[in-house]
DNA sequence: ATTGGAAAGTCAACACACCTGACGTAATAA
DNA sequence: TTATTACGTCAGGTGTGTTGACTTTCCAAT
């Protein structure tokens, strides 16, 4: 059922989870597993006519409330013209609302509204119980190699947004 | 820099890697890591008018040549006029063969011809190349938990065409 | 031998999410 | 005042996916 890891002495070479097919395994199980991941939020999205450009900008402004547009558009790594066009239908639809900045004017600070708090809820409650239940049944260790792993794969900008928000307040 | 991960006495309610916030870094490491994994290839696929609907094509002929365009469709979950634009091209530019089934004349065998081989080759060597590096990186241990964790997001469908190639030979 | 149906391929039309380039407006900074 | 930044928008294009309708090829059962 397991794998079989080893590691010979220190320095050795036969290090069996290095094999070129132990890595394409995990290539892999990297593309099986993003599209379980996003399978469940996309069926939700797909009644709404929205897409999973539309759960990102969600998910971001909920985690971090009055996010800037050009922050979002940084942590999203995407044009302003593909941003935007997914932002104006979330305003016109009354998730999103975008306030003037405070310090600087030029500046839009974007919040969720009520109906878009539930909808990312929604849209990430059938992750979050796919991630728990795969979390329960492989365990703390496993879970912490999990991380362990995918950091490692992170390019230094998205590692820096991915530790980026650690104890934030909700509401600046 | 290691994350506390804790478990109470057997039966413990305190499981500190389900908390919602530990569920949270889950999903954005996902994000993220994918979005690093897809990166690489992705600039060498731009180049050529190809995108990453040609590069899996790739990947699973290359895994398994000579598998039926049926077969193909079945493991990557999209419509037979989805694979088939993708497919026309590649035949086009001469990277996989498309020949008649052995078994059932109806049927269409697929192969990577050289310059396919090629391609694959170089768009997975990056891959190869970030996750030969995290894994590194990351340990032995924390592979295994890599992998635990990414099969059991997976569905049963999907874990059935993960672990569906172990010793296929190459030339069927 | 004819018929039913599966496998494969094709055409059309559409939606989504990305892109580049160019332009305009408002507000801050030099 | 001028330059720069932040934002929004128009136009045009690509790759990937969808439905629906249709034809051709071919195996298999009647």
Known sequence: ???????????????????????????????????????????ILAEMDYGR????????????????????????GVTKQSLNRVLRTLIEDGLVDSRVGRRDRRERQLYLTDSGTALERKLSETQRARLRTAFRTAGPQAVAGFRQVLEAMMDRDMLRQYRAFRDLPDTP
């Open 1 to 43: 059922m397991q794998d079989k890891i080893a590691m010979t002495a220190p320095g050795g070479e036969a290090l069996l989870f290095l094999t070129d097919d132990q890595i394409r395994r995990g290539i892999e199980a990297m593309y099986f597993a993003y599209r379980a991941f996003t399978s469940d939020p996309d069926l």
């Open 53 to 76: 450009a539309h759960h990102r900008a969600l998910h971001f402004i909920h985690r971090d409330p009055g996010l800037t547009v050009t922050a979002l558009l940084d942590v999203l």
